[in-house]
T-cell receptor, first 117, second 113 residues
Framework: KAGVTQTPRYLIKTRGQQVTLSCSPI?????VSWYQQTPGQGLQFLFE???????NKGNFPGRFSGRQFSNSRSEMNVSTLELGDSALYLC????????????????FGAGTRLSVL | SQQGEEDPQALSIQEGENATMNCSYK?????LQWYRQNSGRGLVHLIL?????REKHSGRLRVTLDTSKKSSSLLITASRAADTASYFC?????????????FGKGTKLSVIP
């Protein structure tokens, strides 16, 4: 079974630009979560999507948005980039099914490293 | 906000030694998980312990959970150079319908051959 695929792996943007990151979950997984990882703040939860609906959201400004498609693939968008948005963005998928602890195990992609200049 | 706090922040040991990492958290949890991250890559799930369990084993890994102290420990026995990575604890303290994991800042483990 293929793992979680994130594209692109590396991205360089300038302040004020916008960026879209893509995540393809493991086949059969309906939940996709996004995290931002920086040396200072560590891993911070951005949002989680399940069946095309945002089910949970972290404490990030509205410049950070996402969506999920009917095939469970997800995209994350950051508008008006700031220097502080430079980070490793990680996507994780899980079953997301009720009634089993398996839903809580998240499978991570390799991440997209975003550099904002 | 960070739920878990790992300690120590960095740990350096010789190959063959045991490595112990600790995690403390603040609120009640449903379960606690440990993940490993090799430099700049994605996280890999290692082990999950439920809130009503006290100890769990998986291969060379042993995890304990003390909900009264809101703490957990991860023990890696007979460490290998390939165990060099950062280790994170993550708590699942979800309400209904929420699948958010809250991660600590991690322990960076270096195993010297």
């Amino acid at each position: 079974k293929a793992g979680v695929t994130q594209t692109p792996r590396y991205l360089i943007k300038t302040r004020g630009q916008q960026v879209t990151l893509s995540c393809s979950p493991i086949s059969g997984h309906r939940s996709v979560s996004w995290y931002q990882q920086t040396p200072g703040q560590g891993l911070q939860f951005l949002f989680e999507y399940f069946s095309e609906t945002q089910r949970n959201k972290g404490n990030f400004p509205g410049r950070f948005s996402g969506r999920q498609f009917s095939n469970s693939r997800s995209e994350m968008n950051v508008s008006t980039l700031e220097l502080g948005d430079s980070a490793l963005y990680l996507c994780a998928s899980s079953l997301g099914l009720a009634g089993t602890l398996a839903k809580n195990i998240q499978y991570f992609g390799a991440g997209t490293r975003l550099s904002v200049l | 906000s960070q739920q878990g706090e790992e300690d120590p922040q960095a740990l350096s040991i010789q190959e063959g030694e045991n490595a112990t990492m600790n995690c403390s958290y603040k609120t009640s949890i449903n379960n606690l998980q440990w993940y490993r991250q090799n430099s700049g890559r994605g996280l890999v799930h290692l082990i999950l312990i439920r809130s009503n369990e006290r100890e769990k084993h998986s291969g060379r890994l042993r995890v304990t959970l003390d909900t009264s102290k809101k703490s957990s420990s991860l023990l890696i026995t007979a460490s290998r150079a390939a165990d060099t990575a950062s280790y994170f604890c993550a708590t699942d303290n979800r309400g209904a319908g929420s699948y958010q994991l809250t991660f600590g800042k991690g322990t960076k483990l270096s195993v010297i051959p």
